[in-house]
């Protein structure tokens, strides 16, 4: 089987994000002065051949820990394993 | 002084630290290796990670090159004791492959700066900087987007505790001030090395800083700290096999 493995890659909360920074002045300049606390990360999809949607999990868990994320700086957390090519949370529903 | 200067597709001041080495310094013996080598080659003295943009920066800066087929070599002779020399992206990718603690991220102005900066030299007690002296300020040009040094906290302290820490962004008079902090760098960290002292990053370019025609040859003095120690290695061989 095969399977999409969806991990989310942020900086920890501690680090500083210069680019969330900037972002949240270009908001704030727009009107959005509820915002704050903006951060900016990543979003990585693997597509992984496996017996079963933990194996996949498992593989994608190896892969951050190995070279997608660094630990000094980054926290991953797998956030779905689906057999479709996008997140089920609202799109292309 | 055999050097081997490692080259990745992105790399871009592969040719000035070779013209450095191998033309300024006059060492003959100065060779690049393409990254997919398996090996460094044999009796190596000094590899160079040179700057550049390896892997396009892809995922983050030097992680990609940090699986070349050669840093396997590059880190069982650092791990050996090896002198390494990671200028730039060389920095990043020692920091990346865990030669040296903490990781580079991108510039407080989120700006790639390229000027001429001041550094103060904090220790002399290693192979990179025996021909400076304490205190000394070094004019070199630095040209990244994402030399801002970090580490955790216990780690920071355990670098400033262990004395690690080997220049500074400094005022031209050697005061290290937030104002001559290109980057946002903690402490005003420039380079650093390793425990051993055999692992040396720095963001700096002191190859492009070898020959007045450049603008200064204050980065010289590093590549001479180098090669003497070299010098100091071949004599000890030369009695050993004498005696």
Not at chain 2, 13 to 42: M, Q, R
Not at chain 2, 109 to 119: A, M
Not at chain 2, 140 to 146: D, L, Q, S, T
Not at chain 2, 184 to 199: C, P, R
């Amino acid at each position: 089987m095969s399977y999409y493995v969806y991990i989310a890659i942020e900086r920890k909360e501690a680090i500083l994000d210069p680019q969330g920074k900037a972002i949240e002045h270009a908001l704030s300049s727009l009107g959005f002065t509820s915002i704050s606390n903006t951060r900016i990360g990543k979003l990585v999809r693997l597509k992984v051949e496996a017996a079963s949607p933990d194996a996949a999990r498992h593989i994608g868990e190896e892969a951050a820990r190995k070279l997608l994320a660094n630990a000094i700086m980054e926290e991953f957390s797998v956030i779905e394993v689906t057999d479709q090519p996008h997140l089920s949370v609202g799109a292309h529903a | 002084m055999r050097t081997r200067i490692i080259q990745f597709p992105g790399s871009n001041c592969d040719h000035d630290a070779y013209h450095a080495v191998k033309n300024v310094l006059a060492e003959p013996d100065t060779e690049f290796v393409w990254h997919k080598s398996e090996t460094i080659g044999e009796d190596v003295d000094l590899v160079i990670l040179p700057g550049g943009f390896s892997y396009g920066d892809y995922l983050r800066t030097g992680a990609i090159a940090r699986f070349s087929p050669v840093m396997k070599d590059v880190i069982r002779f650092a791990n050996e004791g090896g002198t390494v020399i990671g200028i730039c992206n060389g920095f990043q990718v020692l920091c990346e492959s865990g030669l040296l603690p903490g990781v580079l991220i991108r510039n407080e102005s989120l700006k790639f700066i390229c000027k001429e900066v001041h550094l103060r030299t904090e220790t002399v007690a290693t192979r990179f900087t025996s021909a400076l002296t304490r205190g000394h300020v070094l004019k070199i040009p630095i040209a990244h987007g994402e030399g801002n040094f970090i580490a955790t906290d216990e780690v920071l302290a355990d670098i400033e505790s262990s004395g690690q820490v080997i220049f500074r962004y400094a005022s031209p008079d050697g005061d290290v001030v937030r104002s001559a902090n290109p980057n946002g760098s903690l402490n005003n960290i420039a380079g650093i090395v390793n425990k051993d002292g055999n692992v040396f990053g720095m963001m700096p370019h002191p190859e492009r800083a070898c020959e007045i025609i450049l603008g200064s040859s204050d980065g010289l003095p590093i590549f001479e700290s180098l090669r003497e120690s070299f010098n100091h290695v071949d004599e000890h061989r030369l009695a050993a096999q004498a005696a």
